[in-house]
């Protein structure tokens, strides 16, 4: 692994030790690595052999990939243009971010109807940058105008649809990935 990745991936494993409140030296049992060598890769002294990390991953109840995706997701500046068709799932429906990360965001126009009722596990917040769309939420019917804000926290049951034509609405949440942060 290169030195940009190595030194990416402590703050990836000091992420998911706290997401699991596990301490150092709880780490340092379950992998057989030592409590300052695992300091020193979280801290990004020292860059781990990839079987190192594998013990780590073991350790952390994850794998080698997924702390290393993770690790790439770090420290990211990417542009997508407006006319970027790759990030389209379908017509209307247009991811705002690319790859795996703690955020999600999706851009949708046109008259979308997300049809069933959903709900995401953390925070969600609607944007609407063009038409109206209305959003129900917990039994209650919200109507949102453009440039209205909705946020909803995790665990909050909710269905939208666009209610004009050229409606566009972007939706910014924390990725499913994410563990929760209490209050």
Avoid: C
Wanted: glycine content about 10%; charged content about 30%.
């Amino acid at each position: 692994m290169g030195d940009k990745e190595a030194l990416r991936v402590g703050s990836a494993v000091r992420r998911r030790r706290r997401a699991l409140d596990l301490t150092l030296a709880a780490v340092a049992g379950r992998s057989g690595l030592s409590v300052p060598f695992l300091s020193q890769i979280e801290n990004e002294r020292a860059r781990p052999s990839m079987r190192s990390l594998h013990r780590v991953a073991d350790a952390l109840e994850t794998t080698a990939a997924e702390l290393l995706a993770a690790a790439d997701s770090g420290r990211v500046v990417d542009v997508v243009r407006a006319d970027d068709g790759t990030l389209a799932a379908r017509p209307g429906v247009r991811h705002l971010v690319r790859g795996h990360h703690q955020l999600h965001a999706v851009e949708f126009t046109g008259e979308q109807d997300t049809g069933g009722e959903h709900q995401h596990r953390n925070d969600e917040l609607m944007y609407v940058a063009d038409g109206a769309a209305e959003v129900e939420a917990e039994g209650r019917a919200h109507r949102l105008e453009k440039g209205d804000t909705l946020f909803l926290s995790g665990g909050v049951l909710h269905r939208w649809r666009a209610t004009r034509p050229g409606t566009r609405l972007l939706v910014v949440a924390v990725a499913d990935h994410i563990e929760a942060v209490a209050p």
